[in-house]
């Protein structure tokens, strides 16, 4: 059975996303500059799309502005909120310690500048609070970015309220919704958020495509210098079928959400409770404030790479934060900052579901990863010497 | 091109002498969970032979290729044969690893040490402490 549990890493396309893209590729392929028909007609396209966009998150159509993906779009946000606030002298940045790297790093970027960033802990459940927010709010505060739910652990944050706090202290908000939009409600004006980052492949749309929502009056830099694409503030020939085919997509992932969607919740506490059943393994993040899909562990005594390739050897695509799998010598700083000790971090296994996954599919998921742990752990002196007594355990079951 | 070679991940699906030696003759463990990976070989040694070896490991699939290949070189051999095992050697033997899991080949070969360095200490038997590099030479972990 092959079952394809990465879908937080990036989604297949689906059909409604692939054939809206195809006419763009071949029939109507001007340039959305040009003033003859078949550039007029891709140019109307982009901007149905850009309206389909907009109404999808209740946004305005000239709100949106479409980018390369989510990281462009982080980079932009956080960046223009940077360059006002640096005219006007406030220097400092509130975000939390679980960002993707497309906010981490460009924050650090922006630390060598000589910004102030303050990042929240997320604590153990993997959620900040707006308290934590209003008390991290100063003088010269220029920017709160937070994101909407997290990549790794699919916790989602109190956007709507950290929202409230920011609209009161007249902060601007940014928050990175790479992993929400398509799979939860988003709603720009009841979210009260001035900024929102969205990635096209994150809901079976093409990879290579985003967008920045960004409230009028927000004054964006652009990164992208040449033409006068995007309102200005993207240069660039716009990716006409990449841009439609997302709206498209985004539409039809809107409309499956909720109690009459096929969202996969109820599969989603069907793998937590099977993998719950594995002793001394743990969910990360809190239960009930995560994505529909995401289901993310830490089993003692094992290490998550060779997890994730017994787990192929099975057909189950999934991924994991231990350090050998992110290429570098720490495990995931996501996990890391809910608290995880290194030795666990390693041992985590994140399974991302989508809508059509199937009952049959989880079980068998659960199945396989009961028996690659046991395997594995039968091999591990980490395992013999908790087993043994002689290490102590980090879970209390 | 794939992550590892067919030879690391046969090694890895069919390790060879995983377990336990009960009564090994010696025993060496290197590397330490905050980093990621564990091993731990077991020897039998017999008139300075390597009669069985057995490994347990924690950690990703090279490591546990590693370890399957490095018991596969030094078994039967003679212990001053096996004292010079490589991680190079092991590296080789497995047709490569890629540059951030070389690291693995080296527990391998210091484990192997270890073990030998065990024996040595319980029989009372000689050597020369230089031959039995200490896991701190190496800079792969930040612990
Ligand atoms: C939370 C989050 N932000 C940003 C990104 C980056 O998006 P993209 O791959 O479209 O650049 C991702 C995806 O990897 C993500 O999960």
Redo the contacts with the bound molecule.
């Keep these: 059975m092959n079952v394809y549990c990465d879908n ?3 989604t297949r396309m689906s059909k409604t996303a692939v054939e809206a893209m195809l006419p763009f590729l071949y029939d109507n392929f001007g340039n959305p500059s040009s003033l003859y028909s078949i550039g007029q007609r891709a140019k109307e396209a982009l901007e149905a799309a850009r309206a389909d966009v907009a109404t999808v998150i209740n946004a305005k159509p000239g709100e949106i502005y479409f980018t ?7 980079n932009q946000a956080i960046l223009s909120a940077a360059a006002q606030g640096e005219k006007k002298g406030k220097k400092h940045i509130i975000s939390t310690a679980f ?5 981490l790093h460009t924050l650090n970027a922006l630390k060598k500048r000589g910004f102030e960033i303050t990042l929240l802990d997320v604590h153990s459940d993997g959620v900040v609070t707006p308290e934590q927010v209003a008390n991290a709010i100063r003088e010269d505060t220029c920017l709160v970015t937070i ?1 909407y ?3 790794e652990i699919g916790t989602i944050q109190p956007i709507k309220q950290i929202g409230e706090i920011c609209r009161s202290k007249k902060v601007l908000f940014h928050t ?4 929400a939009a398509g799979h939860v409600p988003i709603d720009v004006e009841d979210l009260n958020v001035d900024m929102l ?1 969205m ?4 809901f079976h749309g093409p ?4 967008a920045l929502y960004a409230r009028k009056g927000v004054i964006l830099t652009s990164l992208i210098n040449g033409g006068a694409q995007e309102n200005r503030k993207r240069a660039g020939t716009e990716n006409v079928a990449g841009i439609v085919s997302m709206a498209a997509a985004l539409k039809e992932a809107a409309g499956q959400i909720g109690e009459n969607g096929k969202k996969p919740i109820s599969l989603r506490n069907r793998l937590i409770a099977g993998l719950g059943e594995i002793p001394y393994g743990e969910l990360n993040g809190d239960a009930d404030r995560r994505l529909p899909g995401n289901v993310s562990f830490c089993c003692e005594g094992i290490e998550g790479e060779s997890l994730l390739l017994m787990l192929d050897d099975k057909g189950i695509s999934a991924s994991s934060g231990s350090a050998c799998t992110s290429g570098s010598l720490d495990p995931s700083h996501v996990l890391l900052a809910i608290g995880r000790p290194h030795e666990v971090a390693h041992g985590s296994l994140r399974l991302t579901l989508d809508a059509d996954t199937t009952e049959e599919e989880i079980d068998y998921v659960i199945a396989s990863v009961k028996d690659v742990v046991s395997y594995l752990r039968n091999m591990s002196p980490l395992w013999r010497d908790l087993v043994n007594g002689k290490r102590q355990h980090v879970f209390a079951k | 091109m794939a992550l590892y070679s067919e030879k690391v991940m046969d090694h890895f699906r069919n390790p060879r002498n995983v377990g336990v030696i009960e009564d090994a003759d010696g025993v060496g463990e290197v590397g330490n969970p905050v980093c990621g990976d564990i091993m731990k070989i077991y020897l039998k040694i017999d008139n300075e032979t390597i009669s069985d070896v057995k490994f347990e490991t924690f950690g990703c699939g090279s490591a546990i290729a590693s370890s399957s290949m490095a018991t596969e070189l030094i078994k039967g051999k003679p212990l001053s044969e096996a004292l010079k095992l490589t991680n190079k050697a092991v590296t080789e033997a497995l047709d490569g690893l890629p540059a951030h899991k070389l690291h693995c080949s080296v527990l391998a070969e210091e484990a192997i040490k270890a073990a030998v360095k065990d024996y040595y200490d319980k029989n009372g038997i000689a050597y020369d402490p230089k031959d039995f590099p200490d896991c701190d030479h190496c800079e792969s972990c930040g612990v």
């Design positions: 937080a890493a990036t390369s993906g989510g990281s462009e779009a982080d960002e993707h790297h497309a906010v994101m739910a997290n990549n990175d919704a790479v992993q980052s990635s096209a492949h994150k990879k290579g495509t985003g």
